[in-house]
């Protein structure tokens, strides 16, 4: 740092973290055979499936792609509706569309932020179909109530774990509680395949759907063949995509998921040190950790009460980044975007989630950060000017 605080380089909110293992790793498949759908892909799926306590893993060209196929297996479609969080990224509730059901929104808990199970009971109707709640931040949903609600209501209920994967909820680790569970391996997320997705399942009439539809609706298996014409007979049963993940991406995710218990263990260490430094300062209000969970910290978010600083958010904002702290806001409640306004969703429906977001800050969370950097953040944060009251 420099006199005034100011960084030299803008430290990210979230970033990947490579080493020689991972490069050659990917090395070693663009010499092989297979550059697509080889071997690498069915080891890096049982990889993550045995991670997770799950017996079967679907990878896929992205997270998004994934929970679209997760919508397709649970047989989601026109009239169908589906219950989430309105604090989240964008693909929880446009999977839902893209299958021609209608996403609706269920109000977050304001001390955990994450879905309130029971605003999920008072949006359940006769075309409730199924929930998909998030483990925003890194902290799972209230998985046993969850569930609870979905068997009594024969729902089937799909976790969005991008944020999640190796936290636990009442010592079961994510991927053991929902019927099916995403992850995503994008750079900011916990291990990266540049772009990348998965679901985990221990349903087979899932895992099935979801191997033909990331593959044009096609299989080969002679189980399933209606008839069969020849060795190269296959078939085409459904209407599926390419959502394929490549051998070159797997590889770099085997190889990612050897470190992510080292990454965790780095992300809850910095959490550390933020909650010991920064607790205590008025109006500043630290991520809540519940003793049943036992979060991986994707995001760790901070809330400047209005009434007790100088400036707006914006202007907190607009310090951090001028000390090259990349603080970011996560997120805009999904219905309050343009199209989802257009499609008729109402400005309050979730006013919890909408409170939150006004007063909310993301600061950087990455296994990579030093002490120094996580220093730096915890001095930029001091900094700003508290109101004289
Ligand atoms: C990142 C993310 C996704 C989508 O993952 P991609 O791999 O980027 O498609 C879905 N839901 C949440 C909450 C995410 O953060």
Redesign the pocket.
């Known amino acids: 740092m420099s006199g005034n605080g100011k960084r030299e380089k803008m430290l990210p909110y979230g970033r990947q973290w490579l080493d020689e293992s991972d490069i050659e790793a990917v090395l070693q498949v663009l010499k092989s055979d297979f550059i697509t759908q080889g071997p690498a892909i069915r080891t890096f799926e049982q990889k993550v499936a045995d991670y997770a306590g799950a017996r079967y893993g679907v990878a896929f060209s992205?997270?998004?792609?994934a929970?679209h196929g997760a919508c397709f297996a649970a047989g989601i479609g026109r009239g169908d509706e589906v219950i989430t969080t309105p604090l989240?990224?964008l693909?929880?509730s446009n999977c839902v569309l893209y299958q021609g059901g209608t996403p609706v929104f269920a109000d977050i808990d304001p001390d955990t932020y994450n879905i309130d199970p029971r605003q999920i009971e008072q949006k359940l109707t006769s075309r409730t179909k199924a929930i998909i709640p998030?483990d925003f931040s890194g902290q799972p949903a209230e998985m046993d109530r969850i569930q609870e609600i979905a068997r009594l209501h024969d729902l089937i209920v799909i976790e969005?774990a991008?944020?999640s994967i190796g936290a636990e909820y009442q010592g079961r680790k994510v991927g053991t509680w929902a019927d099916m569970t995403?992850f995503?391996?994008?750079p900011v997320?916990h291990v990266t395949t540049g772009?990348?997705?998965m679901i985990v399942t221990d349903n087979e009439t899932f895992y099935r759907k979801l191997l033909q539809f990331r593959n044009h609706g096609i299989t080969r298996d002679p189980q399933e063949l209606t008839r069969n014409e020849g060795p190269w007979y296959y078939e085409m049963q459904s209407l599926g995509y390419n959502y394929r993940m490549t051998d070159i991406q797997a590889a770099l995710g085997i190889s990612q998921m050897n470190k992510l218990d080292v990454f965790i263990e780095r992300r809850r260490r910095i959490v550390s040190i933020y909650n010991h430094e920064l607790s205590g300062i008025p109006g500043l209000e630290l991520p809540l950790q519940l003793s049943e969970t036992k979060s991986s910290w994707?995001l760790y978010v901070v809330r400047f009460l209005p009434e007790y600083f100088e400036g707006s958010r914006l202007d907190i904002f607009e310090q951090l980044r001028n000390l090259n702290i990349g603080v970011n806001v996560h997120y805009l409640p999904v219905y309050l975007q343009p199209y989802y306004q257009n499609l008729g969703y109402e400005v309050g429906i979730c006013p919890h989630a909408e409170a939150y977001y006004r007063t909310a800050i993301t600061l950087p969370v990455f296994p990579e950060m030093s002490d120094k950097d996580v220093f730096d953040v915890i001095s930029a944060v001091k900094d700003i000017p508290s109101r004289k009251i």
């Open positions: 992205n997270g998004t792609a929970l989240t990224f693909a929880s998030v969005d991008a944020h995403m995503s391996f994008h997320k772009e990348g997705g994707h």
